[in-house]
């Protein structure tokens, strides 16, 4: 009688730490043949109230002598059980080392219940590097004030995790009082453009739009208008697209690309995209103030588009200097470098080639001489650490345009200053 009793608390205490005195540890992944693997993921925490930011940190394991270049794209399965990809980060997996992401994700209004968080692993191009088996999968709780007060035990969790459909039908009939679901609530969360932002007549880009619901009901018939107008004539906006969505759940993401083309009459500058869901207010929302989104970076329109290097990039003094550009209306070039963004300080800039020399190319490496010689000295006299740089180009007919300006940076050695 006491042996069988001593042998039954024996298994009860091994029960209960396995399921609920253990830490939550991720299971060890197998190494890809990438060389990468994911090392852990950690929640911020258990227990989270809905409309506040779950801080999520992905650990990355690198076996390899060089580091390399990744993207981390987060896993979630929503209590509703959608399955949805987060974020994009892009870091460096340093060689023989861990590499850490955080990510900040916001929790929907009313999407209460049981989160699961993976991971996935992408090269630059889009290749899949390395992913969260099953057992890493990590878990927190969402409580929605107006459904429950309190999270449950770490073992009802892991136990409506595994079977859903039954815990929810246990609630069902827990739970007398009718669920009250928020209304819709439609957000653009991103808007950019995927490849270039410098366009030259008749040339088309692509922008890329992320519809979401934050709300606690689904969203049907949703109206969306993309428009774009030029950045000095703000009321005078052009419709470039209109269709509409059938449906839109909550926490669920919507992904719109569509190509946008600036007709060639249109006058050089700076254009900027707008997109407006639900302009009719036909859906009613929590919230009717956000639902229109212009993007942040304009499209510069002109017959000269820069290229290389882009805003705010950085030079190392005894690195290469390159300028690259495209034109199709143009056949002679002069790149200006000037302390001034406007350029119209004439004494405080210099151009290459120098005098009356034009290029026909559509780059150029300066000297050493000229970069970073000239460069540094125009820095040094200006009491600044960047400069800008345009593009001057000529017609056959000798007409002359511009393009616009860039800023960029340069890197100084250690020993400059000695």
């Known amino acids: 009688m006491r042996l069988s009793w001593c042998i039954s608390l024996f298994f009860s205490l091994v029960i209960f730490f396995l399921l609920d005195g253990a830490p939550l540890q991720a299971a060890t992944q197998p190494i890809a043949a990438s060389g990468l693997m994911i090392q852990s993921i950690i ?9 506040r930011t779950q801080l999520i940190e ?11 270049p990744i993207r981390i794209k987060l896993v979630i399965t929503l209590p509703n059980r959608n399955i949805i990809t987060f974020g994009n980060k892009r870091i460096l997996a340093k060689g023989k080392t861990e590499s850490r992401a955080l990510f900040d994700y916001k929790i929907a209004r009313h999407l209460g219940g049981d989160y699961t968080v993976g991971a996935k692993v992408y090269s630059t191009r889009g290749k899949v590097l390395a992913a969260t088996i099953k057992k890493q999968g990590r878990y927190f709780f969402a409580i929605d004030p107006l459904k429950t007060r309190r999270a449950p035990s770490r073992v009802k969790r892991r136990q409506a995790l595994e079977n859903v459909e039954s815990i929810n039908l246990a609630r069902k009939k827990t739970n007398q009082v009718a669920l009250l679901f928020d209304p819709p609530d439609l957000v653009w969360e991103e808007m950019k453009i995927i490849n270039k932002t410098s366009v030259l007549r008749g040339e088309t880009t692509h922008i890329r739009m992320v519809l979401a619901n934050q709300g606690g009901n689904v969203a049907t018939n949703v109206e969306y208008s993309i428009k774009w107008f030029f950045a000095q004539r703000e009321k005078r906006k052009k419709r470039l697209f209109w269709d ?24 050089r500058g700076e254009y900027l995209v707008e997109a407006v869901v639900d302009e009719p207010n036909y859906v009613k929302e929590s919230e009717e103030n956000n639902n229109t989104k212009v993007i942040s970076k304009p499209i510069i329109f002109s017959d000269v588009a820069l290229v290389f290097p882009e805003e705010g990039y950085s030079f190392a003094e005894d690195g290469l200097f390159k300028f690259q550009w495209r034109s199709r209306r143009y056949r002679q070039f002069k790149v200006q470098i000037s302390a001034d963004p406007t350029f119209k300080d004439e004494e405080n800039l210099f151009e290459l080639p120098k005098g009356q020399q034009w290029t026909p190319a559509v780059s150029i490496k300066p000297m050493r ?3 970073p010689g ?6 040094d006299s200006n009491d600044l650490d960047h400069l800008f740089w345009r593009v001057k180009a000529k017609d056959q007919a000798g007409k002359v345009t511009f393009s616009t300006g860039r800023k960029f940076f340069i890197n100084l050695k250690a020993d400059y200053e000695q």
């Open 244 to 267: 509409k969505i059938k449906a839109i759940a909550p926490g669920e993401r919507k992904v719109i690309e569509l190509p946008i083309t600036i007709p060639e009459v249109e006058q």
């Open 43 to 51: 929640v911020g925490e258990d227990s989270i109230q809905t409309k």
């Open 374 to 379: 000239l460069a540094l000295a125009l820095m």
């Open 369 to 371: 001489g000229e970069l």
């Open 58 to 68: 992905v650990v990355i394991r690198n076996i390899n002598e060089q580091a390399i």
